[in-house]
């Protein structure tokens, strides 16, 4: 018996709307681990020879926000990353959908997404590093270089699960090869172009983070370097809160929204 | 081409005009396949006719909507619409093949775009102009008692309400012919035959010609102007029986019933089954 496309799209990700009780479940947990790692450091720095004081590690990253280099240096690490990200994603898309299109474009791009996902993210960034020394391009293309496989694999399975019966029906209405890529192929790919992005997100926030320490004299890995340097151990946790705050606010900030805003056809959105 | 001769309760002639949709001789086997899914098929249909397929499970019934709306390509034979040669002995010969309806067995609608949206690309395919986009949205819509529903999601809508839809987007691109597989076969009873009607009540008035495939003989019966019966795969058209109640047709009216029960008797035997005592099926 044929399956309606809307039960299937539905059915892609397996969400369901978790209630009041379950979506503010996640964040109470969330406050409850930070509150006692606060807690159980409050207790044991000084009982460490490394720790810094809870205080004066507030203090620190109070006086922080205060800094023009604070902001330049967040603005930096983001520039990085959503152009290597950017670049990355992008590509795989074409070249997902090219490989998808003909077995000779499958061919060719099988062994280069083959030995990109095998090689190690490091042994990537400081080839691309090496290559193009201090220009920030290097940063891009490793950050490129490492995510790209990933999303390759990630949309070509979710390519495999395409719903023929609407290839049919948009081929007997005549849909241009345009209008069947935008309003067939990349709507049916969104969770798995939203999952593979999720899988890459923050890998390539590392990366960025990791060139930067090699190469740059700023962004946040510039900021660890020195904390390493001068063994700042307030630096480190500062700068580190940065970092995760960042990845959560693209994806709270930015990602969750357009995921709402791409699913608001479905009964129960996420998010 | 001559078409198939059949019995009718008149004895009318067949139809003499050149066929609006002309299947000559067309053979097909699905790659792969050990046997054909139809050999030296052949039928016409008129303009304006609804013309319904019947045949068991796998004797190619569906295989002719799909060559005749280009979703595949017969290995022998000719097809033509409306005096265009769409293809010939393997080939695909019309540069811009006609823009055909087709209604399939599920409503194959696009989930993330509104109802609206949904008839627009179809209008877009069929290379309508623009301007007429919504007056042609809600007016195949507003025929279906769905102009309320223009710019819902169809995830929002029930099954029936979806092939609803389905059926209007097939309408409003104003085709030559309207294709139909089975597309009440998954509802339910009550609303399948609530369906029928208003296909026929949609239908009436515009006077498309409709190629609609079933393998239920009431429902044949009650819609079609002609039934081309077909055998057991691989498929060939046994007959063409025309259908002489005069419109409009109620589901229940026994000589539909009669109809019917001659049909099923001759189509059990035609498809090796020796069942005589068979009654008229619901």
Known sequence: MAVDAVVRAEAATGRRDPGVLGRTRRPAVTVVMVGIVLILWAMLWDRTDFLPSPATTWDYGIGTLTEARTYHDLAATTRRLVLGLGIGYVGAVAVTLLMRRSGRWKLFFAPHVFVLISTPGLAMSLISLMIFGLSEIGIYLAVAGVVFPFVVVSLLEGMEGLDANLGEMTHVYHFSIRDRIRHQVVPEMAPYMFAAFRNVHALAWKIVVIAELFTQDDGIGWQYKRAFAFFEFERLIVWGGYFVGLVVLVEYGVLRPIERLVFRWRDNPPG | ?282
Not at chain 2, 229 to 237: D, I, K, L
Request: proline fraction near 7%.
């Open chain 2, 1 to 282: 081409m001559e078409l198939e001769t059949s019995r009718t309760r008149s004895g009318a002639d067949p139809v003499s005009a050149a066929p609006f949709v002309s299947i000559e001789s067309v053979g097909f086997t699905y790659p792969g396949a050990r046997r054909p899914a139809l050999t030296d098929t052949s039928l016409g249909i008129a303009k304006g006719e609804f013309a319904c397929i019947l045949g068991p499970s796998g004797c190619g019934k569906s295989t002719l909507l799909s060559i005749l709306s280009g979703l595949a390509v017969p290995d022998t034979g000719r097809v033509s619409i409306d005096g265009e040669v769409l293809y010939d002995q393997g080939h695909a010969v019309a540069e811009h093949p006609p823009a055909l309806g087709y209604v399939f067995q599920d409503p194959r609608l696009l989930p993330w775009r509104t109802v609206r949206q949904n008839l627009n690309l179809a209008l877009k395919g069929a290379q309508v102009d623009r301007a007429r986009w919504d007056e042609l949205v809600d007016t195949y819509l507003g025929m279906c008692g769905l102009r309320e529903y223009a710019d819902v999601w169809p995830g929002k809508l029930s099954g029936g309400q979806r092939q609803r839809v389905a059926i209007a987007r097939a309408l409003a691109i104003e085709p030559p012919s309207v294709l139909m597989d089975e597309p009440f076969s998954t509802l339910d009873e009550v609303t399948a035959r609530f369906m029928r009607q208003e296909l026929l009540d949609l239908w009436e008035p515009i006077g498309q010609t409709i190629v609609f495939v079933t393998h239920s003989i009431r429902e044949a019966v009650f819609l079609a102007d002609h039934v081309f019966v077909m055998s057991a795969g691989p498929g060939r058209v046994l007959e063409r029986r025309a259908i002489d109640i005069p419109r409009p047709r109620a589901y229940e009216d026994p000589h539909l019933a009669e109809i019917e029960g001659e049909l099923v008797a001759w189509v059990l035997e035609q498809w090796g089954y020796h069942d005589a005592t068979a009654g008229p099926t619901t």
